[in-house]
């Protein structure tokens, strides 16, 4: 069962994916929640409420992807990123989720480290944010 | 809705390109330029014979919504068995394989291939840690995207008749 996301800003608006609302178009620097929906099941939520940004410390800025591993046997496996990026004195540091359609389970990952399914994405031209 | 995605062997003359879905099945290689492939490598006496070269690239049939980007190619570094090296390459663009059918593929190398952007580096390179990268991305919309993916096995004398071991290929990309 495909995985659906739904955005919370911090005006109290939400912008659901199944609505038709396109992910580039959300409003990326008040967003407040990022939640991913299976069916009637919350499965994850990625909190982005503002927080502590002193001494150097940026905003948090979300990281979304729905990414697809197939293989010469036919098999494909589907899972989403969900987390966060923000740069800390300059460096950026990444907070993501794996979240796997097959069962919902959710595995916590940290920096991109190119090992598995934990590749950097390719950073589109709506999220800056993310350079 | 997801975006739909296969993988394609691609065959034929440049100006005729037969794309054809292997996502579901095997894909083997020869000394002949088929979606389905069926002719054997000879064992040569000495020096190698080569497969003619096999290309592969994704294709999109339903549309993202926004794009499709960050294709990474890998192996499952496994041998295909005695005397048999794997090789894979990167090609911006087409070129059909030739050589000389039933007996050779020609080397593929730049000079062969007018696509390739560099050197074959051996397919066992590139693992689920360490994956190959094929540039390219595609818009909210349809058709092949990625470069291609060109491989070629080389037999040695030291090969042994019959079917090789089979391999497993993973490509991976991100939707948005």
């Keep these: ?131 | 809705m997801a975006a739909t995605v296969s993988i394609r062997k691609l065959t034929g003359a440049n100006a005729a390109i037969t794309s054809t879905d292997i996502t579901s099945g095997s894909m083997r290689v020869g000394t002949s330029d088929e979606a389905t492939n069926a002719s054997t490598i000879p064992v040569p006496t000495s020096g190698s014979n080569y497969s003619y070269w096999a290309t592969t690239q994704l294709n999109c049939t339903v549309a993202p919504t926004n794009s499709l980007t960050n294709v990474k190619w890998w192996s499952d570094a496994g041998s295909f068995g005695t005397g048999i090296t794997a090789f894979v390459g990167v090609a911006s663009g087409y070129a059909s394989a030739v050589g000389t059918a039933g007996s050779s593929g020609s080397v593929l190398n730049t000079s062969n291939h007018a696509g390739l952007t560099g050197a074959p580096s051996l397919m066992t390179t590139y693992t689920s840690s360490c994956k190959l990268t094929l540039a390219g991305s595609l818009g909210a919309t349809t058709g092949s995207f990625g470069y291609r993916a060109v491989m070629q096995l080389d037999v040695d004398t030291t090969a042994g008749a019959g079917n090789s071991s089979e391999r497993t290929i993973t490509l991976s990309w991100d939707e948005s």
Excluded at chain 1, 68 to 73: G, Q, R
Excluded at chain 1, 94 to 123: C, H, K, P, W
């Design chain 1, 1 to 131: 069962m495909p995985l659906t996301w739904i955005a919370h800003h911090s005006d109290g608006t939400e912008a659901r994916q199944s609505d038709g609302v396109n992910y580039a178009d959300l409003d990326r620097a008040n967003l407040q929640a990022f939640d991913l929906w299976q069916d009637e099941r919350l499965i994850l939520r990625v909190d982005l409420r503002a927080d502590d940004v002193s001494d150097g410390i940026e905003p948090r800025r979300l990281i979304y992807r729905r990414r697809v591993w197939a293989d010469s046997n036919g098999n494909e496996t589907v899972f989403y990123l969900s987390g966060w990026q923000r740069k800390v004195r300059g460096i950026k540091v990444q907070a993501v989720n794996y979240v796997f359609e097959a069962d919902g389970s959710v595995l916590m990952g940290g920096q991109f480290t190119g090992r598995d399914f934990m590749d950097d994405i390719y950073i589109l031209p709506h999220e800056e944010d993310l350079r």
